[in-house]
């Protein structure tokens, strides 16, 4: 299976950049958790389909403390159970630096070993 890769790029043939296999389950990785879902105070980003994504944003400009860290943790691995079961979490590590609040994702796809880690960061302040 092959699709569009995010972010968006243009490849050598002036059309969106495609991919499949790993680079393509970790653009959806990318594109899921940048995707802000509905919560009870927004109605989530895609009008098509406003549960889709996290709620992520909510994280932000919160006091950055231990219960910050594990709910972003939560939040990361309940949206890729729902939306991208393909995508296998292997671990969710927060760590924080001062006002930024950093998650590595690992993931790997569910039939595959290899894993891939995806870089978060949520500025506090």
């Known amino acids: 299976m092959s699709g569009v890769l995010t972010p968006f790029r243009r490849d050598r043939k002036r059309d969106f950049a495609s991919g499949d296999g790993e680079e393509l389950l970790a653009s959806k990785v990318e594109q899921l958790l940048a995707t802000e879902g509905a919560t009870a105070r927004s109605s989530g980003e895609l009008p098509w389909r406003t549960a889709f994504g996290t709620p992520l944003q909510l994280l ?28 296998e979490v292997v671990e969710v590590s927060v760590s924080r630096d001062g006002p930024t609040l950093a998650l590595l994702v690992r993931f790997r796809a569910a039939k595959n070993a290899a894993t891939r880690t995806l870089p978060i960061n949520l500025p506090q302040s």
Not at 81 to 86: G, S, T, Y
């Open 60 to 87: 932000r400009h919160q006091n950055n403390d231990a219960i910050l860290a594990e709910l972003a943790r939560v939040y990361v691995r309940d949206a890729l159970r729902k939306w991208l079961p393909e995508a």
